[in-house]
């Protein structure tokens, strides 16, 4: 037990080390509403989270909240990237995410406005948000610091206006276009499948396998991924392949297979718990701050 | 049938063929995107450079409302602008020139201090500091700025992701193949983008 222990320190401490390596931390996503520096009462947090998350499932766009104690020694525009460039908000292709930003105390603020908002929410008006909305109620400067009623007002205005668009808009098809990948990667998959599984019912399941390995490994190289997502590629399409050639030459001999239960159907758990998460959407440096 | 299959050699020979095939396609497909990404990324660069450039009239006419005999300010930020947008001419020269990206860098890191030297007037007239012209003009300013910052950041991020795919396996042999030269870049300090902070009582 002792040795096992001393066995994982070793590297544990190293990858301690390297990680600490790097001054600046992210903060964690781990909510809508991170408010680290104590700015909120915890029935407004709680309120805004489900406003939030209430726009994202009518809209698709992603708002977040982050309160900070401290900048980490940066700029609060660089800070403020590197957050939505870790966080991801919004959905990929259609860049629909916004971050409203406070450090030390509501001293200073920004919003963070993704690419696809920027035509509903312009620096300009993005500024008078901030000034209006967010700084009328919570100016620590003016010695004001109702920030449960700025916040609130701010998200209201937000979301009114990404909601007016929306109405106008459902598709979203004005904002950066959404790519036709899944409906082709999806196409491809059926038939990967297809041709995996009957080159694996002629030639055997472990032909099959290879073959979709190598699948795998080709696919990972055309779209020059890393050797590790190479790897796993290769794994993935072995047993893809394997797969496929049990299940074709099942149906082909159209015998034992008849019988195995497919159970499933049910939805993967998981509840309605909101596990959010960033949608992958970018942003280009607009917004406002002070 | 299916159980006397046995590989013959040329299906051995074949496999790898395919196998090289797949990789050394896939790799050149690679690094198409990645120098393709790069241009993208400069051309983004001269864009938002472009779009603050045309900010900059409509500011000058706001401030000269209420101060019109700030004259060495204006004529400054005129030049700057000039000085600019003469360098920005072609985004595809900017992608294919570590020389031309440090002149591209240095004029508008000089526009950046005239600019900040005409906002810095508002400081003296109350009633222009509140104008909501004035104020959405500056927010605009300020996030176009940012907009070259964040754009010349990924366009060197887009290089030295491109550097690291001709270096590696299977990418340095392609290149020298398919004639992919590494791409050089003038990478500055992070800051030089950033006007300087107004400070209180700071003329021209």
Redesign the interface.
């Known amino acids: 037990m002792c040795i096992l222990l001393k066995l994982f320190m070793v590297p544990a401490l190293l990858v301690a080390m390297l990680a600490g390596a790097s001054a600046f931390e992210v903060p964690p996503l781990r909510g809508r509403v991170s408010d680290t520096d104590g700015l909120l009462s915890a029935s407004k947090v709680i309120a805004l989270e489900n406003a939030l998350r209430t726009l994202e499932e009518k809209t698709t766009a992603q708002i977040a909240i982050l309160t900070v104690p401290d900048l980490q020694g940066e700029d609060i525009k660089s800070f403020s990237m590197k957050v939505v460039e870790a966080w991801k908000l919004g959905q990929k292709g259609k860049d629909n995410g916004l971050l409203i930003l406070c450090s030390e105390k509501g001293l200073h603020c920004r919003l963070e406005v993704g690419y696809g908002l920027e035509g509903a929410i312009p620096d300009g008006k993005a500024g008078d948000i901030l000034r209006h909305q967010i700084r009328g109620k919570a100016n620590p400067k003016k010695g004001t610091h109702d920030f449960d009623g700025a916040f609130t007002d701010a998200v209201s205005t937000i979301s009114q206006i990404i909601y007016d668009e929306y109405a106008k808009d459902p598709t979203g098809a004005s904002m950066r276009g959404a790519g036709p990948e899944a409906l082709i990667g999806a196409f491809g998959l059926i038939v990967a499948f297809v041709v995996l599984g009957f080159v694996g019912a002629i030639f055997g399941v472990l032909v099959g396998g290879i073959a979709g390995g190598a699948l795998g490994a080709g696919i990972a190289f055309w779209g020059a991924w890393s050797i590790l997502g190479i790897f796993v590629m290769t794994v993935v399409g072995f047993l893809f392949g394997c797969l496929a050639a049990i299940i074709m030459s099942g149906v082909g001999s159209g015998g034992s297979f008849s019988d195995s239960s497919w159970s499933g159907g049910s939805s993967w758990g998981g509840g309605d718990s909101d596990g959010f998460s960033g949608g992958g959407g970018s942003f280009g440096g607009g917004g406002a701050n002070d | 049938m ?1 159980e006397d ?1 046995k590989m013959k050699p040329w299906m051995w020979i074949l ?1 790898v063929v ?2 090289l095939g ?2 050394f ?3 050149y ?3 198409v ?2 120098d393709e990404s790069v241009k993208a990324a400069w051309s983004e660069v001269s864009n ?1 450079a472009n779009r603050r450039a045309e900010l900059i009239p409509q500011l000058v006419d706001v401030v000269q409302g209420y101060a019109e005999h700030e004259s060495s300010v204006f004529k400054g930020v005129t030049e700057a602008r000039a000085k600019a947008t003469s360098i920005n001419v072609d985004a595809s020269s900017l992608a294919s020139s570590p020389a031309l990206q440090k002149q591209f860098m240095e004029a508008q890191q000089a526009l950046s201090s005239s600019l900040g030297r005409l906002l810095a007037v508002a400081e003296n007239y109350p009633n222009l500091k509140a104008n909501e012209s004035f ?6 300013v ?3 700025t ?2 070259i ?3 010349r950041k990924r366009a060197i991020d887009d290089s030295k992701d491109y550097n690291q ?1 001709i270096r590696g396996i299977p990418g340095v042999i392609v290149a020298r193949l398919g004639g992919f030269q590494p791409k050089e870049y003038y990478e500055g300090k ?2 030089d983008m ?1 006007p300087p902070k107004i400070t209180f009582g700071k003329k021209g």
Request: net charge neutral; hydrophobic share 45%.
């Open positions: 299916v299959f496999g395919v196998l797949l990789v396609g896939g790799s497909n690679g690094l995107n990645k938002v104020l959405k003009l500056q927010d605009e300020a996030g176009s940012n907009r910052t964040v754009a795919a992070p800051e950033a």
